[in-house]
């Protein structure tokens, strides 16, 4: 099981930036694929980004495109989101999650906390 604990959010005006934070503890990373997720209350929760730990490859949503980009540090064990060009739909709770990629059905078992994200007009 990974612990997950994030960090970053806060209040921002349209068109600033934000770079959340996720720090990873508890096993071994090299097998896990991470992804940042977002929530709005009445709304299904949106997966917004994903990095493979071990390649760095990177997957986004399309509205995120061009604005967001994932990363990761191996030496701090840590997955960040730089969130640039915010627009008030990016308000949002925010999540880290995990996936074991060695499991026959990878899903996002392993949760943060979140972070909220609020972007002002």
């Known amino acids: 099981q990974v612990l997950l604990a994030e960090s970053g959010g806060g209040l921002v005006q349209a068109g600033g930036s934000l770079k959340l934070s996720c720090r990873a503890s508890?096993?071994?990373?090299?097998?896990?694929?991470l992804a940042w997720f977002r929530q709005v209350p009445g709304q299904e929760r949106e997966s917004v980004a994903s990095?493979?730990?071990?390649?760095?490859?990177?997957d986004y949503t399309d509205s995120v495109k061009g604005r967001f980009i994932i990363s990761r540090d191996n030496t701090e064990n840590t997955v960040y989101l730089q969130m640039n060009s915010l627009k008030p739909e990016d308000t949002a709770v925010y999540y880290c999650?995990?996936?074991?990629?060695?499991?026959?059905?990878?899903?996002?078992?392993?949760w943060g906390q979140g972070t909220q994200v609020t972007v002002s007009s």
């Open positions: 999650a995990a996936k074991d990629l060695r499991r026959t059905l990878p899903l996002y078992d392993c």
């Open positions: 990095i493979r730990w071990s390649t760095g490859s990177t």
């Open positions: 508890g096993r071994a990373l090299d097998m896990l694929r």
